[in-house]
């Protein structure tokens, strides 16, 4: 049986989670905004910058099945 410290420590686990993904999810927006005005191949290494490459990355390491 759980015990009101578990559910405690699941929803904040949640919530850790919550906010991972909304800075996943800003991150890539941002990328996306990069891409609009971003003309040509040769912009690609602009448009994914590291923390875009990070972004995209994110959800094959994590293991987050909500």
Known sequence: MKTD??????IKNLENKVTDMNVVIETLQQALQRAKVSIGERDKDY?????AKWAVRWGR???YDI
């Open 5 to 10: 410290k578990d559910y405690r420590r699941e």
């Open 61 to 63: 390491d994590q293991d």
């Open 47 to 51: 448009v994914f910058n590291h923390s």
